[in-house]
């Protein structure tokens, strides 16, 4: 089965700033989709940025990028420009190629300070 | 972008009663629904997957009995929480993916919901 981890449960970082927050999963397939979600305290699950394991490229949505490490098992996001409306949680998950359900990490709280 | 409404957003219900939850597709046909349960501070856990049509699959350590899905209509799932006790206060998500979405590796859409107070 597979595992998704989230090693870091809390980061901070200022107003303006850039942050990476860490994601590491395990699967034995070689086809899958990655994803990080937003979940702010409305609770509202937000999807952030995707990522096709088939793909070399590192997706990008403005200000929000992925370090995607197929070989290393590694989906980090990096949030540039840190914004006050980005403090949430942020759930890294997994998705297989044809299959129905994501697997969550356990998640990152985001706090941007001012 | 796909909308899914899920209602009530909070619901106080006494020990012993039920409580059903509603998740719907507003602008398209979700052939499968899932149902996740969050505690506070931690992550989505998966309760069940519900196909249009057919019996729902319940993810492991899952009462199917007291948790009971039905997944009547393309547009409509529901979940009973059976005689509630105060341990299934939680907050129940669903979120829906409709035809092709697996194959083509959109993301799933996720209802607002429901925060469940048994007292």
């Known amino acids: 089965a597979q595992t998704v981890t989230q090693s870091q449960p809390e980061m901070s970082v200022q107003e303006a700033e850039t942050v990476t927050l860490s994601c590491t999963y395990d699967t034995s397939e070689s086809d899958y989709y990655l994803f990080w979600y937003k979940q702010p305290p409305s609770r509202q699950m937000i999807l952030v940025i995707r990522q096709e394991a088939y793909k070399q490229q590192n997706a990008t949505e403005n200000r929000f990028s992925v370090n995607f490490q197929k070989a290393a098992k590694s989906f980090s996001l990096k949030i540039s420009d840190s914004q006050l409306g980005d403090a949430a949680m942020y759930f890294c998950a997994y998705r297989s190629e044809g299959a129905q359900k994501l697997v969550f990490g356990q998640g990152t709280r985001l706090t941007i300070n001012p | 972008g796909a909308v899914v409404s899920q209602h009530p957003s909070w619901v106080i219900c006494k020990s012993g009663t039920s409580v059903k939850i509603e998740c719907r597709s507003l602008?398209?046909?979700?052939?499968?629904m899932f149902w996740y349960r969050q505690f506070p501070k931690q992550s989505l856990m998966l309760m069940a997957t519900?196909?249009?049509?057919?019996?729902?699959?319940?993810e492991q350590g899952v009462e199917k009995d007291k948790f009971l899905i039905n997944h009547a209509s393309l547009t409509l799932s529901t979940l009973t929480v059976t005689s509630a006790h105060p341990e299934d206060s939680s907050f129940y998500i669903c979120?829906?993916?409709?035809?092709?979405?697996?194959?083509?590796?959109?993301?799933?859409?996720f209802g607002n919901g429901t925060r469940l107070t048994v007292t």
């Open positions: 519900s196909n249009e049509g057919s019996k729902a699959t319940y």
């Open positions: 602008d398209f046909q979700a052939t499968t």
């Open positions: 979120s829906a993916g409709g035809t092709g979405t697996f194959l083509s590796g959109s993301p799933l859409h």
